[in-house]
Structure formats: C-alpha cells, structure tokens
C-alpha cells in the first residue's frame, strides 16, 4: 500500500498565466521495523492539467465531439487518460509530464516530487452556471506492474484574466496562440489605460532595483495592481430614475467597475422627485446568455442568478442607500464561444399613482394629530438594469472561501 498525498502550496485559486505549483509526496505507511520484503514499488506516476467542459443538453446544442472515449482501463495498460470517466468533453490540457519511473520505499519511507505548470491564458474560467460547466483539475496517474492506473484528481479554479476565451468543444485545436506580451493578457482591460512608462506597483526609492527584475515580476502582482488601479478610479454617475407620469427621484453610483469581494455602494435621492416612490429593490445579477449558433431553441431566454439583494420601503424618504457583497465565490464577466456572462444591478421600483399629500390620512380631530397610511392605493411598477463590469480579485483572497482543499490524497 502507498500513500499518495497533493498539496497545492499557495491555495486551489489561481489567475491564468500563472505557475501552479504541486508537491506530490509518495509514502509507504508501514512502520520502518518491517522487513524489506514489505517494500513497495511503482511502475511510474505522470501529471497532468485539464479543463473539462459540461453543457446542459436542454439549452445547449454542441456539435458532435470526434475524441474517442477511454472509460474502460485494461488491466495492464499505461496509457495516461486524465479525464478518463469524466462527464463532458476535454477542451484544454497541458502536456503530460513524469514524475518518475520505477520507484521503490522501503517501509517507513517516503520521496516527494514537485510538478510546475504555467496555466494557459487562452483558456475559459472556471465557471459553473446554469447552462454550462468549465472544471479545472490536476490529474496525478499512477500504476504498478500488471495494475490498473490509479489516478487522484486535485480540482481547483482559474480566474481570467483577460475578456475573452477562444477555447471552444470540438475546436480546441483550432484555439488562437497565446500573446507574448504579459500585458496583452489583459484585455479585459482594454477599457482602461494605464501609464505604460511608470511602474504601477509601489516603489522603495531607497532600493536601486534592476529594470530586467521589473520587468520579471510575477504575473498574479502585476495582474493584482492593474485591477486596483482599474477599479479604485471613481467618477461621479448620476441616473434620473422616471416613468411615464413624471420624475421619481436621482440615484448616485461613483463607479460601475468592481473587483469579486467587493462592495457595490449607491445611494437614492428622492426630494425632487415629483412621484412618491413607495418602495425599491436592488439586486446583484448575472446574466447567462447561450451565443446563438449553440442554442438549443432559436431565442431561448437567458438565464439570471442572483447573488445578493436589498429591498426598502421608502415613502416620504428623502434619501436612501445600498451596499451589495459580490461574493468572492462568484465568477468575473467572460465571453467564450459557447457562452457570455455578464452583471448588473437591477432595478424595480413601486410609484405612487396619486401625489403624495394623499398617501397619509389625518386619523384624529383632537390638538396631537395622528397621520396613518390608506388602506388601498393606485401603484405603479417599472424596473431599470445597469451593467456593471465585475474583474478578478487577487486569487489568494479567493482561495479564503474555496470550495476545493489544498491538499488531496489517495491510497494505491
């Protein structure tokens, strides 16, 4: 019996681009007073990173795959499938690489090996909606003499860096290059200029710091100040909320680009409104929408999730407020060529049909007067949806509410 135990160092959450790093430990648990005859051995172990891709098939027509399928294992074969019995198609993978060939412990003993790769930008994130699934894991194979493969599968999530994935089922082959400039990764950026001839980073000036070590920094700190820099500039968003009798009141946001984690903040003025605003409610939405070519039925509806919400009543308010979490869970706004995924913040208010002098009642004749609600009133509806742009965090703070663990392990 051997012990085969992956831990991810840094947490199971990391940006595309970036170097995953596993160390993958063999052990053989017997106690080290056993005779050498309880030695262990292993023919090889491999490693591999795949993405796996799932669709519903009620909402989804994906054109037929030509990848042969491995779900049966011979009892002496070595060919390494990582995604052997998996649902869905393989879309993207990394070269396979060794760890070792012929590997003996003795009782008591064991040897670690470290697996690195550089995870591709040209890749979808990893995302789990309604419509689709896109699964990153690290596949660790291992196989004695005469025996089926074993494999420990290490599932963790790649955030995107940049607006746009070109990977697509079927098509993986056909998958434009990856960029040679680190910065040309960002293009979910693309909006927002940044100053290309000053370091975006803090600076010791007390340090002389060689321009070819600036230049060699690693892509999740330049990728975590670029997104602080995009997403603390603020600029003032005024909205006159209206309907079709008049003017409700204003609403203020002071910026519609966000990173996962924080908090969406706006406020509501409704003084110079000139229609009561009875109540309002504020949701944090995505939007899923299938492209066209792969829907199941010709203007299928989108598929909306809502990941937080504030509701209030606010007649007679003069001003109002509102400050909705993005989950650190949730997955930034991408494209792919299946899917599209978009936020916003959705609006419904209910107006007054009559002015507001007549939405109170005078419930006393006596000197201390008492006001009080009617029973019954005429009400309008309307909503309103603001996109807003949601970006990557950086991947250490998400790994805090990861659903997946650092380390795994499986017994052979």
């Known amino acids: 019996m051997i012990e085969v135990l992956a831990k991810l160092g840094r947490g199971p959450v990391f940006l595309a681009g970036e170097v995953l790093e596993c160390v993958i430990t063999f052990t053989n648990p017997l106690s080290a007073s056993s005779t050498s005859a ?65 590997l003996r412990l003795d009782p008591g003993e064991s040897k670690s090996y ?50 746009e994935a070109t990977r697509c089922p079927a098509r993986a082959g056909q998958a434009a290059p990856c960029p040679a400039n680190a910065l040309t990764f960002f293009t979910g950026l693309k909006d927002y200029q940044f100053p290309q001839d000053e370091a975006v980073a803090p600076s010791n000036p007390f340090l002389e710091e060689e321009e070819s070590l600036k230049k060699d920094s690693r892509l999740a700190d330049l990728a975590t100040e670029l997104l602080m820099v995009a997403t603390s500039r603020r600029s003032l968003h005024l909205y006159n909320i209206s309907n079709t009798r008049g003017k409700v009141g204003t609403f203020c946001i002071f910026k519609t680009v966000y990173k ?28 899923e929408s299938i492209q066209e070519e792969f829907q199941r039925r010709r203007g299928q509806p989108v598929s909306f999730t809502m990941h937080a919400r504030h509701q209030e ?38 107006t007054s049909g009559e002015s507001a002098g007549t939405c109170l009642v005078r419930g006393s004749q006596s000197e201390a007067v008492t006001w009080t609600g009617v029973e019954q009133m005429d009400v309008d509806t309307f909503s309103w949806d603001l996109p807003i742009k949601v970006l990557p965090t950086n991947p250490i703070l998400a790994s805090y509410v990861s659903q997946f663990s650092s380390t795994n392990s499986i017994t052979i």
């Open 38 to 102: 309880s030695s262990e051995m292993l023919a090889w172990a491999s490693a591999q990173i795949h993405c796996q891709f799932h669709a519903s098939e009620n909402r989804v027509a994906l054109p037929p795959s030509d990848g042969s399928k491995h779900d049966v294992q011979a009892e002496n074969e070595t060919v390494f499938v990582p995604n052997r019995g998996e649902r869905g198609q393989c879309i993207l993978s990394t070269p396979p690489k060794i760890l070792f060939c012929d």
């Open 260 to 287: 996962i984690g924080e908090d969406v903040i706006g406020t509501f003025n409704f003084s110079e409104g000139d229609i009561p605003c009875l109540q309002f409610s504020v949701s944090l939405q995505t939007e």
């Open 114 to 163: 470290s697996y690195c790769e550089t995870l591709p930008v040209d890749g979808p994130p990893s995302f789990r909606g309604q419509s689709v699934k896109y699964v990153y894991k690290l596949t660790i194979g291992c196989q004695r003499v005469n025996s089926p493969i074993k494999l420990l599968r290490v599932p963790f999530r790649v955030l995107m860096l940049h607006g």
């Open 313 to 350: 009543s606010c007649l007679h308010t003069a001003q109002s407020s509102f400050s909705l979490p993005i989950p650190l869970s949730s997955t930034p706004g991408f494209t792919t060529n299946i899917v599209s995924l978009k936020w916003r913040l959705h609006f419904e208010f209910v």
